[in-house]
């Protein structure tokens, strides 16, 4: 046996009406507090994805989820979250995407409802929301045409005071078309 516990399985967020959610990701820190982010949106309306996070302390009951879009300029969504834990707190990389441009932030939060934008790793000029698939089951992703989806490969890790991110975005030379999807690229960047 690898394990000493019993698995448990839990509950960490309900959703209602229309709401999608896709892609969980799930951070621990050393002290065994759990991060769970997923991304969420409506059928009827992908462009307001939105991404949501919940706690769960050791023994303790995990949080009502919580939104990040208060560390998110206004008028962007965001999507693809990666999460990872720390001694001193959270780190959730997470894609934002605005009319005109898509970045990869990394976000910090202390105690895993308020968070605060820590850096820009990488942008994408040229590739606005009308473009850019912020999740993996909806329509952009699978059939519409000139579309770029990142094929579902985000990774945050960190260790040592160091964080290493690996995030897909088009290189640079491939968006200068609305035509034009981009060609993938990995990317992976330190802090």
């Known amino acids: 046996k690898m ?17 999608i959610l896709d892609l969980p990701s799930l951070g621990a820190r050393p002290n065994g507090d759990l991060m769970a982010c997923w991304s969420q949106w409506s059928r009827t309306d992908e462009s307001h994805n939105q991404v949501r996070c919940a706690t769960r302390t050791a023994g303790a009951a995990w949080s009502t989820p919580h939104g990040i879009d208060a560390a998110l300029p206004p008028g962007t969504a965001a999507g693809w979250p990666a999460v990872v834990g720390t001694e001193s707190g959270w780190y959730v990389m ?42 993996a089951v909806s329509t952009c992703h699978r059939k519409e045409k000139g579309k770029f989806s990142i094929g579902e490969y985000v990774s945050l890790d960190a260790r040592r005071g160091r964080i290493a991110a690996a995030y897909v975005l088009p290189r640079p030379d491939s968006v200068s078309t609305r035509a034009r999807r981009g060609t993938p690229a990995v990317y992976v960047t330190t802090l």
């Open 3 to 19: 394990w000493n516990a019993t698995p448990t399985k839990r509950n960490v967020a309900t959703l209602k009406g229309d709401s």
């Open 94 to 135: 997470t894609y934002v995407t605005g009319r005109t441009r898509t970045e990869v932030v990394l976000l910090r939060s202390a105690d895993g409802a308020t968070f605060s934008n820590v850096a820009t790793l990488a942008g994408a000029e040229g590739l606005g929301n009308d473009r850019f698939c912020l999740t």
